[in-house]
């Protein structure tokens, strides 16, 4: 029998994988600063301290570096605690844990230790929280053997995803971007999956590939539904997981499409976008091409506060536009 389905809030369907997997599990708990009177500094976590307690829904001090080495120390200890860093952007502070201890104790052990720790990163820019709350680091980690780097962009995915995460028994980060929190989408009841490493095509199409993830795969979703009005048919792939990358998909899209934009709104500079021009660039979908690969990636600078040159500094959906026309037309 198929799960009712209702419509929710991105923040909802977080909030909702947390209780179901903190119900069938007493291992997990969840972590962070805010993350309980208070609700989250996003209102993700809302009541699930006063469903689960203060023991299991625990209020830290403002320290990252001493959040995430607690997660190590208990994910090796046999919990599976899901921490919250309040900015994507603070998770600087705790990057020792993440990267040297984290991501390569199953290796420096031989697999025989593991550590089964979700990190939830709110990022991304668009609420004018300036240079130092709104940073896309997502590419950072993604370069990381030993982590896995996710980026959902609907409410569905974002609980499917959370709990593929939370069953993994080592390291994964995701990244929620700040302004998917209030979009709505339809999301089953009860426990489900949706696999990491596993692309969506959003939409088919003949003339270009557009691949994003998190808040531009919906402005490219957005985007392309315009572009059919002038005659282009743009396939649209939300990558959701950046570590590991479903390759094949994209590749695959590329053979029929023979045009592939990549848009991300992290810098442009050792971007995603990077990454998947040179991994198409080294198979033999490179043959299929017939027009450069175009990335489309954040400006060259720290994201301003003032709103107008925020909204200039990353992806809009006019630029997305924009670029899809040019390459479709052969003028990229």
Avoid: C
């Avoid at 972590?31 to 301290?49: C, I, K, P, R």
């Avoid at 808040?215 to 957005?222: L, P």
């Avoid at 048919?233 to 990358?245: G, H």
């Amino acid at each position: 029998m198929e799960s009712a389905v209702r419509e929710l809030t991105y923040a909802e369907a977080i909030r909702e994988a947390l209780a179901i997997a903190m119900e069938a599990d007493e291992r997990v708990f969840l972590f962070g600063e805010d993350v309980g009177v208070y609700g989250g500094a996003f209102g993700v976590s809302g009541d699930l301290v006063h469903r689960f307690g203060t023991e299991r829904v625990i209020d830290t001090p403002i320290s990252e570096l001493g959040i995430a080495g607690a997660a190590v120390g208990a994910a090796i200890t046999g919990m599976k605690p899901v921490l919250e860093i309040q900015f994507s952007d603070f998770v600087t502070l705790a990057m020792e844990q993440i990267v040297n201890q984290a991501a390569k104790i199953r290796f420096m052990f031989g697999g025989k230790a593991k550590v089964p720790m979700v990190v939830r990163l709110p990022g991304g820019s668009g609420t004018g929280a300036a240079a130092q709350h709104s940073q896309s680091l997502e590419a950072w980690f993604a370069h990381v053997p030993g982590l896995k780097v996710i980026q959902p962009s609907s409410p569905h995915d974002a609980k499917g995803m959370l709990l593929s995460a939370i069953d993994d028994p080592n390291p994964v980060l995701i990244f929620e971007h700040k302004l998917l929190y209030k979009t709505k989408g339809h999301v089953p009841e009860g426990d489900y999956r949706v696999p990491i490493g596993k692309a969506a095509v959003r939409r088919e199409g003949r003339d270009l590939t557009i691949v994003g993830s998190s808040i531009m795969a919906v402005r490219t979703a957005a985007a392309a539904q315009k572009l059919v009005e002038e005659g282009i048919d743009a396939e649209v792939i939300d990558l959701r997981s950046l570590r590991p990358i479903d390759f094949d998909t994209i590749a695959a899209s590329v053979r029929k499409t023979h045009r592939l934009m990549v848009v991300y709104e992290g810098v442009k500079t050792m971007g995603i976008g990077a990454e998947i021009s040179a991994m198409i660039a080294e198979s033999d979908a490179f043959d299929f091409l017939d027009a450069p690969i175009v990335r489309l990636g954040g400006a060259e600078v720290p994201l301003p506060y003032n709103p107008v040159l925020e909204k200039a500094a990353v992806p809009q959906e006019e630029d997305i536009l924009a670029a899809a026309r040019r390459l479709a037309r052969g003028d990229a």
